[in-house]
């Protein structure tokens, strides 16, 4: 008999849903039928395509016994993280202090009041590499609370006490300058790894919100050292493992240093950033190698995470049907030469294995290899390449696909919004700017309620009950952002003024300009989660930041202005230590540093000369730079207002910290003012 779970939203609740664990959902009445039956909570936090999730659930979940035990002397809550990133971040926060790492499944065991006691991650069915048994752990915290109730009070206690105490040292008011950029480079070119790109060691993740810094600085300063670092990594990372050679797109780390192995689970968020990334190298260097990266993800994106209501799907997963019913990672990505043969003949199967760098004894397990780009001699037949890479596509897509999780998240689907419309501008891909402009439809219509609160999720079309955080509001206004400037159309600049008015009520501390996760007025968890460190993708406090300050260039809002530079001040305090952390928040401070630059284009639609003028705007790589496009006498964007038309001709005008340039006919002087 379905759990309690069955009604629930989350794709990776649903999964649960016919577990013998009486699961709850997190929720008040959780926590007081542990009250009422006098029994600590077990909370299980993980998400839809995370391996260990399934192998857990798989092991311990799925186990009538240990149900059986479950159920009676615990309740249970599952959460999905992509759901509820507030409750997951407040508990990390609690399991990384106590046992110094964190991770996915996040397994912790709480007092009817909330207040986390006992942690761990994955625990295995049996004693094992040291780590003891789920069901010992189970009998261990059992005992604890029935024997030692008071020591496991006093114990949560401290934890939460602890918790409340770890308040982010601010740092500075002012904002970050030349030094603390410079610094910031400088961090980062210590990390770098010049052998193979990246930052660090391994597990190797894709840099996205660094690489977009270093060719913000690049554009702002002429560093070509930050230019060589960007554009090396990407170049490894396109030719890695990590990057699918077939189907485009990004997993969501490597396991090694090289980039070869991935641990193959591909998320959106990723996706969107590496997009939005590549096809800003492609603006600063005109590479082939970024453009059809760039173009080939945003096809990914929008052929397998595209959903009916017009949305994008969260993640696919990394395991699938290997043909033998076992679930196994990487089983649809990974060949062997006897695979190739099969499907391609002798020699197509030997050029494929050289192109490709598929060997004998494989790259990853059982003698398969994951498809790369290594560099080599000689020049190949891109007819046959072509031809090769079709007949592979098409026999991969006859194998049992990834899991899909369905569900639509706000900021994801906002960070995909700005990727999808800047590239379908950059290279005239008007489906791309459909794509882009028919999930921000979907997040109006669905997520979006009167009074601007933004629900998080949403799946098949039904709204998630859970409310939107910091950074679904910070980054469905980047993507709205990016529509005005792409479309000319009004709306969405008003959308995302409607959606940052809530971020500086709702979300940031008056006083001192911190930022908050969480709303004012929403759930009381044991801590206000606040973090502003960018890690998988950019912290609410930072994409903020950005997003308040894009728009203050568009409007004039000094309130909006005036909160972007309080919360940078935090970037002024990391940027020069943990630059890899903070790399959406220097990114932001580049642009403010240049301004950042607001440029106006005034002409008819419909007039070539409009068009040219508008894509050279769009094309800039100035830092932060604004676009307005609008009909002469337009008022549907506020840049556009008091802005003639010179001798009767298409016009830009480009502004810069109050000061504007003599308005210009001309690509090359609209080019040159938008210059470094």
Avoid at 255 to 276: G, I, Q, S, T
Avoid at 305 to 316: N, P, R, V, W
Avoid at 557 to 581: C, I, N, Q, S, Y
Wanted: net charge negative.
């Amino acid at each position: 008999m379905p759990n309690r779970l069955a009604h629930e939203t989350s794709p990776y609740l649903l999964q649960h849903a016919d577990n013998p664990v009486d699961w709850w959902p997190w929720s008040a009445e959780a926590f007081e039928e542990a009250r009422k039956r006098g029994v600590p909570v077990l909370l299980s936090v993980g998400y839809s395509s995370c391996h260990w999730c399934h192998v857990m659930a798989h092991e311990s979940f799925e186990d009538a016994e240990t149900a059986a035990y479950l159920n009676a002397h615990f309740v249970s809550v599952k959460v999905d993280r992509e759901e509820r990133p507030d409750v997951d971040a407040v508990y990390m926060e609690a399991v990384q202090a106590a046992t110094g790492q964190g991770g996915w499944p996040m397994t912790v065991f709480l007092t009817p009041d909330a207040e986390p006691f006992y942690f761990g991650t994955y625990f295995p069915p049996a004693p094992r590499h040291g780590m003891p048994s789920f069901r010992q752990v189970l009998e261990g915290v059992r005992g604890a609370w029935t024997d030692r109730r008071d020591e496991v009070a006093e114990v949560a206690g401290k934890i939460v006490r602890d918790l409340a105490g770890r308040e982010i040292s601010y740092g500075d008011t002012t904002v970050p300058g030349e030094e603390e950029l410079a610094g910031a480079l400088l961090g980062l070119t210590r990390e770098y790894d010049a052998t193979r790109g990246g930052f660090g060691g391994a597990p190797k993740f894709p840099p996205s919100m660094a690489l977009e810094f270093l060719l913000r600085h690049h554009a702002r300063t002429g560093s070509e050292g930050a230019l060589q670092m960007a554009a090396d990594t990407c170049e490894r990372m396109a030719r890695g493992g990590i990057y699918d050679q077939l189907g485009g797109g990004f997993a969501r780390y490597s396991v090694d240093r090289e980039w070869v192995v991935p641990h193959f689970e591909k998320m959106l968020y990723d996706n969107a950033l590496l997009c939005r990334v590549y096809a800003h190298l492609w603006r600063s260097t005109g590479s082939d190698l970024a453009r059809r990266v760039a173009l080939e993800t945003a096809d990914f994106m929008v052929r397998e995470l595209g959903t009916g209501e017009g949305g994008f799907a969260s993640a696919l997963d990394a395991d699938s049907d290997d043909g033998t019913g076992k679930h196994v990672e990487g089983a649809y990505y990974v060949w062997t030469p006897q695979q190739l043969t099969e499907i391609l003949g002798e020699q197509d199967a030997e050029l494929a294995a050289q192109y490709f760098g598929v060997t004998e004894e494989g790259t990853f397990e059982e003698g398969a290899s994951v498809l790369q780009l290594p560099q080599q001699e000689g020049v190949f037949d891109a007819a046959r390449v072509s031809s090769v890479r079709e007949r592979l596509l098409a026999a991969r897509a006859e194998r049992p696909a990834p899991g899909r999780d369905d569900k639509v998240v706000a900021a994801w689907n906002g960070l995909a919004i700005a990727a999808l419309a800047e590239t379908g501008a950059y290279f005239d891909r008007p489906d791309l700017v459909d794509a882009a402009l028919g999930a921000a439809d979907l997040l109006v219509r669905l997520h979006l309620d009167d009074h601007a609160r933004l629900a998080r999720t949403s799946k098949d079309g039904q709204v998630g009950a859970n409310a939107g955080v910091l950074e679904d509001y910070a980054d469905v206004a980047e993507g709205f952002l990016a529509l005005a400037s792409v479309t000319g159309e009004g709306v969405w600049l008003e959308f995302a003024g409607f959606l940052l008015d809530h971020v500086l009520v709702q979300f940031a501390d008056e006083e001192s300009g911190v930022l908050f996760d969480t709303a004012a007025d929403a759930e009381k968890l044991i801590r206000r989660p606040q973090d502003p460190t960018d890690s998988a993708a950019p912290s609410g406090w930072t994409a903020a930041a950005g997003a308040l300050l894009g728009y203050a260039a568009q409007t004039g809002a000094e309130p909006h202005r005036t909160a972007a530079e309080r919360a940078l001040g935090v970037v002024k305090a990391l940027g020069p230590r943990a630059p890899r952390f903070i790399g959406w928040g220097l990114a932001t401070a580049e642009a403010l540093l240049d301004g950042p630059r607001e440029v106006a284009v005034v002409g008819h639609p419909d007039d070539p000369a409009t068009r040219e003028l508008h894509r050279t705007a769009l094309l800039a790589t100035a830092p932060g730079a604004v676009v307005a496009v609008g009909a002469p006498g337009s008022d549907e964007l506020p840049l556009l207002a008091d802005r003639p038309l010179v001798d009767d001709e298409p016009t830009a005008y480009v502004c810069r910290n109050f000061t504007c340039e003599a308005p210009t006919t001309e690509v090359d002087r609209l080019k040159e003012a938008l210059s470094g």
